[in-house]
């Protein structure tokens, strides 16, 4: 839905007719418990079947419009006979009739009618034939609701639901108005750019009032949060968007963007920002279901939805606690909240997969309203590895066993025919691991009759599933979606996990077919993060437009402030990591030594840094020393990140590529050195060798996209931890003697002087 901006007395605000209908017209509970439900494929065939079966005249996507007042609705009714004047909603599903929840189809015969209110004033009938369709996938069977209408009637329905939306709508314009007249306004909330900050604002700026996706790469610590929001709230009036979502790929990162937004709207900007997070964190009652009957906050929840929606817009900073305070006030779900107030916020917060995922919630409210977005996404070197497991799934066969056990006998039957099925696949495929031609068709069928088996006995006998079968279920689903785009952008391949057990992947490598069309969707995507480069590289992955702008921002920090050393005498490679530990142990301890502090130490694994730390605490005792511990908690991370104290002592041990080798800020005397003992290549494994296999017939580039790009964003994003500002002065020492060569020196910061003399060597 989006505020127009026409003059006179037209239509100023669009609104869809599903978004009409979902805000006046749904009510009772909010029901989240799994039923079989039809995939998105299924849901575009089982229309297609419904229509196949109407006469030739039969009209399908009728495109209807219609004013009142100050709205104009628009929408698409799905199919219309005009030799029977019949309008057509056509909804699919799976199983029992009875089982559609009624509040469903009172949501459906309220857009049906206002088709056909839209449909009688565009025809000038005086009444019109009505006919909800509800199609069976499971057994082709059509049930369906008639009934003829007035125009009248019609027109007084419209005319109501109007009435209800349009105090909304009028308030949601001035709103529009206000925020635009502020922003056109909206000043700098510092007295000067940071150096390099006003460079990528102005990059950004330039690609929003183009229309082009962007990529920028910039250093840590000169404010790139705030340096890439602000010229995009700048070009929000005259560019007319609707929204900007700001994508992070951790929490830290989802705060710093909230503080930046608050400090950009101040107390003079009416600036709506929404914070939206995953529901196992939002959620209040984990022990009980998402459904009326259980949950207390889903009971009647789209009855109280109204004074929870209305008291929410009231907050311009809606992050997850103020969130929750709304929504525990008027006795809502706080997830379910935020998902509705993602139609009515400026400015969303979240993570990548609430616009990339194959089900993306803001992707799809963007298309389905036509909101003219701007996509910000932080430490977007991130992207390429999140965006393929968006689109990877996976099966365990031992999974498949737990599911089997307790699976009740017609669905216990049809996963027996899967384990037959993959005991085909295990005898053609006998290597330990093996990339396969092409998705089993088997066992592909195998599962898809196994699902249809689970959803059959769900419409049967409604109720949760046994929590191994659902879980297999849900893998199977996820598993069937991706094998119907399988291509040249994934492999599948089988690896064994054991005498009995195997894994079966489709392992996406390149995502850019899944991404195109979400660059597409937005106004301007920027990607930002001091480690973009060679730009190639994502804009081949990711499946950027071909006028993507590029901008490298020059550093603001000069060589005078950042030593870094090579310590070429040292290889941290596999085979010679115990001839590693006493050396770099050595080099921690002289480097403390010589200017005491806070210190950070990367390594390429939990037990490469436990070695090492063993063996500087055996040989020097007096250098103080804590490590990253496996599976720390967010406040663990914290009391981890508290050490950093100003005027503390002493060296944290992390993982490189982990919770502290990016996105944390510890300026000043919090931290004066890095060790990063590791070029951070990713193990060379059967899988990563396919990759690279992939990645050589694509790209021409298998090593480098695969093994050196990967491995030195790490690298340069753990050291740019060091400096944070014009005032920070620090070491760096690049502990591998593989950093001295030409095309890995190349990834390095340009503003680095790299210190390679013989005393620079450990």
């Known amino acids: 839905m989006t505020a127009g901006g026409l003059a006179g007395d037209g239509p100023c605000y669009k609104v869809a007719v599903r978004t009409l209908c979902e805000f006046t017209a749904k009510q009772g509970d909010l029901d989240l418990r799994f039923t079989p439900s039809p995939s998105a494929q299924e849901g575009i065939a089982g229309h297609a079947v419904v229509t196949a079966r109407r006469g030739g005249n039969y009209r399908t996507e009728v495109s209807l419009s219609g004013d009142w007042g100050g709205l104009h609705v628009r929408g698409r009714a799905d199919g219309y006979d005009p030799d029977q004047n019949l309008l057509e909603e056509i909804k699919t599903h799976r199983g029992k009739f009875s089982s559609i929840p009624d509040n469903h189809r009172h949501l459906h015969w309220a857009q049906l009618r206002v088709y056909g209110h839209l449909l009688c004033v565009e025809h000038r009938l005086e009444q019109v034939n009505l006919a909800l369709v509800y199609y069976d996938i499971g057994s082709g069977q059509e049930t369906v609701l008639r009934e003829t209408q007035d125009a009248a009637a019609l027109a007084t329905l419209f005319a109501d639901l109007c009435a209800r939306f349009s105090a909304w709508a009028a308030q949601e314009a001035a709103h529009r108005a206000a925020r635009d007249t502020a922003l056109a306004t909206l000043r700098f909330p510092h007295a000067d750019f940071r150096p390099g900050q006003r460079q990528l604002a102005e990059n950004v700026y330039r690609a929003n009032t183009s229309g082009r996706c962007l990529l920028a790469q910039a250093p840590t610590g000169i404010g790139k949060t705030i340096g890439s929001l602000f010229p995009v709230l700048k070009a929000m009036p005259q560019e007319g968007l609707d929204k900007v979502f700001f994508l992070a790929a951790k929490t830290p990162g989802r705060r710093l963007a909230l503080d930046a937004a608050a400090s950009l709207a101040g107390t003079t900007i009416p600036l709506r920002v929404l914070e939206l997070t995953a529901r196992d964190k939002a959620c209040e009652h984990p022990d009980k279901a998402c459904q009326g009957d259980s949950c207390p906050l889903a009971k009647g929840f789209y009855d109280r939805l109204p004074a929870a929606r209305s008291a929410a817009v009231q907050v311009g900073m809606l992050d997850r606690e103020a969130l929750r305070e709304v929504a525990l006030a008027h006795e809502v779900c706080p997830y379910y909240l935020g998902s509705e107030m993602a139609r009515w916020a400026d400015v969303v917060v979240g993570d990548y997969n609430y616009y990339f995922d194959g089900g993306a919630m803001l992707y799809a409210l963007a298309l389905a309203d036509n909101w003219r977005t701007s996509v910000l996404v932080d430490e977007a070197h991130n992207m390429v590895s999140r965006a393929r497991s968006m ?54 069928d195998a599962l898809q009759n196994a699902t249809s088996a689970v959803n059959d006995f769900l419409a049967e006998f409604p109720g949760p599933l046994d929590p191994d079968l659902q879980r297999f279920h849900f893998d199977a689903l996820a598993f069937i979606r991706l094998a119907e785009s399988f291509g040249a952008h994934s492999l599948c391949d089988l690896a064994r996990a054991g005498v009995r057990d195997s894994n079966i992947c489709i392992r996406n490598v390149v995502p850019a077919p899944f991404l195109a069309p979400r660059f597409a969707l937005a106004r301007s995507v920027t990607l930002f993060s001091a480690t973009l480069g060679p730009w190639h590289y994502f804009c081949d992955l990711l499946g950027m437009p071909p006028d993507t702008a590029w901008a490298d921002v020059a550093s603001p920090f000069s060589a005078s402030q950042l030593e870094v050393h090579i310590a070429d005498g040292i290889s941290t490679r596999y085979q010679h990591r115990a001839a590693s530990l006493g050396p770099i142990a050595d080099l921690i301890a002289r480097q403390y030594a010589a200017r005491e502090g806070n210190y950070l130490a990367f390594f390429s694994s939990f037990d490469y840094l436990e070695q090492v730390l063993a063996v500087l605490q055996e040989r020097h005792p007096e250098v103080p020393a804590w490590r990253q511990e496996r599976r720390m908690s967010e406040p663990e991370r914290a009391a981890f990140l508290d050490r950093f104290a100003a005027g503390g002592r002493g060296v944290g041990f992390a993982v490189l590529g982990g919770s502290f080798g990016e996105g944390i800020d510890l300026p000043g005397e919090r931290l004066i050195g890095a060790f990063v003992a590791t070029l951070g290549l990713p193990q060379v494994n059967p899988v990563n060798e396919q990759l690279r296999e992939r990645m050589q017939a694509m ?10 790009y990967p491995g030195m964003q790490k690298v340069v994003q753990a050291a740019g931890r060091v400096i944070r500002t014009e005032l920070d002065h620090g070491v760096v020492w690049l502990i591998d003697d593989r950093f001295g060569r030409p095309e890995v020196r190349a990834l390095l910061p340009a503003w680095w002087d790299v210190d390679e003399r013989p005393g620079a060597r450990s």
């Open 391 to 444: 689109y990877s799934a996976e099966l365990e066969r031992g999974n498949l066993r737990a599911a089997r056990a307790n699976a009740p006998e017609p669905v216990r039957k049809a996963l027996e025919r899967v384990g037959r099925a993959w005991t085909g696949v295990d005898r053609e495929a006998p290597a330990p691991y093996q990339v396969l031609p092409a998705v089993p068709e088997k066992l592909l």
């Open 699 to 708: 790209f021409g580039a298998g090593y480098d996209y695969t093994y050196l």
